[in-house]
């Protein structure tokens, strides 16, 4: 499951639409927002709240709304049904009597990182329907505030035996919301990372049911990665490539993972010529490599150089993993995806 978030106020909402419109079909299900926005006046809200609540409903996604006590002082549960809000997402000020009562009418959604037993007991205690009861973390806008990662973990595992969906937030790279713009992450080790690879992370490795694009926007690289993900495989940019054959191809690592490299499984199996000595240089983390007439039977290898390595006569060195997308590479390395490469130079849109 994945989601994002959109603002009421912070982009035109014909541009927040077509947002929408290009990434509900690649699996994005869920849309976030918040009324707590005290510089705006109310009634300003419920226009673009209302269009974003029926593009919800004709697409059949959930729209869950950021809300406190201080909301209801400007609107009503009805009002925010009308407009298609379909989940609450409260983070603190409301007593757990009424938090019970609105899982009965509503999704629901708590700050995952502050929940703990005696606050679920309670919550049992009072009846609460905890199929429409999730926990979300919060997003941290400012620098070294994000969360840590084994905290963040564990807490989540201890979610999930609870019954509880967790959902948590990864940065944008397009447009940044204010007033930092520095990404809006849950956990800081995300911050300037690739929003793909931080996505990956949750996903694979975080007990995390739910990841929410936490900015208003990706740019197109990030995008075309996100199609690519849904339609099967991990997107992979690349720089100073050399002519080969292995660009045009699908690859997947072998499934006996070697500790230096990700050794594709499909090149060598298939490929017949001559590859010539060529660019026989020293290999760093993200260098992409083919073996040449000089390895024997290796020849026509391909690999993704994960610990930095000398020279050798035997391989040439084909291109190099963007900057960006070297935190892709554990994943590449663990994981029984197939992945394959488009041409970029780096922070080229």
């Known amino acids: 499951m994945a989601g994002v978030l959109v603002s009421l106020t912070e982009q035109s909402i014909d541009r927040t639409i077509e947002y929408l419109a290009f990434m509900r079909p690649y699996g994005f299900d869920t849309i976030f927002t918040s009324l707590q926005i005290p510089e705006e006046a109310a009634e300003n809200l419920m226009d673009p709240l209302g269009q974003i609540g029926r593009f919800a409903e004709e697409h059949k996604m959930e729209l869950m709304v950021d809300v406190s006590p201080r909301t209801f002082e400007n609107f009503t549960l009805d009002q925010l049904k009308q407009q298609g809000v379909t989940g609450l997402r409260i983070d603190n000020g409301m007593e757990n009597a009424e938090i019970a009562a609105l899982t009965h009418n509503w999704q629901v959604s708590l700050n995952a990182s502050t929940i703990d037993p005696s606050f679920l007991d309670e919550l049992r205690n009072l009846n609460a ?5 999730e926990a979300w973390h919060n997003y941290y806008p400012r620098p070294e505030t994000g969360l840590e990662w084994g905290t963040f973990k564990s807490q989540n595992e201890w979610l999930r035996s609870q019954g509880l969906k967790v959902g948590a937030f990864v940065p944008g790279d397009g447009q940044l919301r204010g ?7 849950t956990l800081e080790q995300h911050r300037y990372q690739s ?9 694979t490795e975080g007990a995390v049911d739910l990841v929410i694009i936490g900015d208003l926007s990706l740019s197109e690289w990030t995008m075309s990665q996100f199609k690519s993900w849904h339609e099967g495989s991990v997107l992979v940019g690349v720089r100073g490539q050399l002519p080969s054959h292995v660009w045009s191809e699908t690859h997947h690592n072998r499934p006996d993972i070697a500790r230096d490299v990700i050794r594709s499984e499909d090149a060598r199996r298939y490929f017949k010529g001559d590859i010539p000595p060529e660019n026989c240089v020293e290999r760093p983390r993200g260098a992409l490599t083919l073996d040449n007439d000089n390895y024997k039977r290796y020849k026509g290898e391909f690999q993704m150089v994960l610990n930095p390595l000398p020279p050798d006569e035997r391989v040439n060195v084909i291109g190099y993993v ?3 997308d070297l935190s892709l590479l554990p994943f590449l390395q663990k994981g029984r995806y197939s992945f394959r490469f ?4 780096p922070n080229r849109e």
């Not at 007033?179 to 992450?185: F, I, M």
């Open 322 to 324: 963007t900057d960006e």
């Open 342 to 345: 488009v041409a970029r130079e």
């Open 179 to 185: 007033p930092l713009y520095e990404g809006l992450p």
């Open 195 to 203: 929003p793909f690879a931080s996505f990956l992370e949750l996903h």
């Open 129 to 133: 329907d905890f199929a429409s009861l």
